[in-house]
C-alpha cells in the first residue's frame, strides 16, 4: 500500500487549546481548524490523509479539506 502523501491535522480542546499541522500541504491544518471552529467541535483531532495522484489540485484541494472535515463532524455529530 503506497503512503499517503499529506497528513494534515488539527486539535481542539474545551480549555481552549488549539493544535494543527498541514503535513505538508501547506494552509491544510487551518482549513480543518476553521471548520472545527464554525462547528464547534471541541476535544477532538481531526487527520485528513490524502494521496497525490499525479494532478496538482490547485485551491480545490481546500475545498476538498473543508468538506472532508464537515461530512465527519456532521457524521461524528449524529452518533453521540
Same mark, same amino acid.
Given at each position: 500500500?503506497?503512503? @499517503? #502523501?499529506?497528513? $494534515?491535522? @488539527?486539535?481542539?480542546? $474545551?480549555?481552549?487549546?488549539? +493544535?494543527?499541522?498541514?503535513?505538508?500541504?501547506?494552509? #491544510?491544518?487551518?482549513?480543518? +481548524?476553521? !471548520?472545527?471552529?464554525?462547528?464547534? @467541535? !471541541?476535544?477532538? %483531532?481531526?487527520? !485528513? @490523509?490524502?494521496? /497525490?495522484?499525479?494532478?496538482?489540485?490547485?485551491?480545490?484541494?481546500?475545498?476538498? /479539506?473543508?468538506? *472532508? *472535515?464537515?461530512? %465527519?463532524? #456532521? *457524521?461524528? $455529530? *449524529? %452518533? #453521540?
Amino acid at each position: 500500500m503506497k503512503k @499517503a #502523501s499529506h497528513l $494534515s491535522w @488539527a486539535i481542539r480542546l $474545551s480549555d481552549g487549546s488549539e +493544535l494543527k499541522n498541514d503535513g505538508g500541504e501547506s494552509g #491544510s491544518g487551518n482549513c480543518i +481548524l476553521e !471548520v472545527m471552529r464554525n462547528m464547534n @467541535a !471541541v476535544n477532538c %483531532l481531526i487527520l !485528513v @490523509a490524502r494521496w /497525490y495522484g499525479g494532478k496538482h489540485l490547485g485551491g480545490l484541494r481546500f475545498r476538498i /479539506y473543508r468538506n *472532508t *472535515t464537515k461530512e %465527519l463532524l #456532521s *457524521t461524528y $455529530s *449524529t %452518533l #453521540s
